[in-house]
Structures are given as C-alpha cells and as structure tokens.
C-alpha cells in the first residue's frame, strides 16, 4: 500500500496561488499520481496526472493553462502548483497513486489520500 498525505490547502481570493502537496510515507516512484477534487454535493473530478518518472502530464479541462502538477521522487512528494484560482476551484483536493498502465484519462486509482480543503473567495 501507499499513505498518502496531502497539505498545502488553505483560504485564497480569486486570482490567487496555491500549491498543494502529496507526501508519501514510503517510495513513490513506481507510481503514477494524480490529483482529484470533490466540491460539496458534487462528483469528484480529475484534475492532474503524472506518470511514475514524471514524464508525462495530464490535465483535466478545468486545470488546462492554470495548474502544474510535478513530482519529486527523491523526497517522495507530488506537488500540484494552482494559479489564477477562481471560486469554481473550491472543493476537496485528494492525491491519488495508481500502479501499473499509464492511461490518465482512465481516472482510476489504487491509493487515496485524506484531502485537503481548497476554498477561493470571490
């Protein structure tokens, strides 16, 4: 398994940055990572992936041109850097770690985290 801890989530006005953090306790290289997000009473939705090496990227539509997902594998850490953030970005961000296959548009994963709250007023 991997424990998987996400930080970095906070309060931020419209226009604003952020950037979350997904630590694992154990090495996380061999695996692919994503990040969710899951506003109240809504579906979760994909944001980001990155691939085991950091060699590929993907991003969801809402997270096109404003967010960067990279990873640190030395420190065990995939950051998910959030710019020009707008009220629609609040929710619940989760980091989430998939063994096996690259196909990011699949949105299945193994492992989760607890979620960090993201809240971004207007």
């Known amino acids: 398994q991997v424990q998987l801890v996400e930080s970095g989530g906070g309060l931020v006005q419209a226009g604003g940055s952020l950037r979350l953090s997904c630590a694992s306790e154990?090495?996380?290289?061999?695996?692919?990572m994503g990040w969710f997000r899951q506003a109240s009473g809504k579906e979760r939705e994909y944001v980001a992936a990155i691939s085991w090496n950091g060699g590929r990227t993907y991003y969801g539509d809402s997270a096109k041109g404003r967010f960067t997902i990279s990873r640190d594998n030395a420190k065990n850490t995939v950051y998910l850097q959030m710019n020009s953030l707008k009220p629609e970005d609040t929710a619940v961000y989760y980091c989430?770690?998939?063994?096996?296959?690259?196909?990011?548009?699949?949105?299945?994963?193994?492992?989760w985290g607890q979620g960090t709250q993201v809240t971004v007023s207007s």
């Open positions: 154990r090495p996380s290289s061999n695996y692919h």
């Open positions: 989430a770690a998939r063994w096996g296959v690259w196909v990011p548009q699949s949105g299945e994963y193994d492992y």
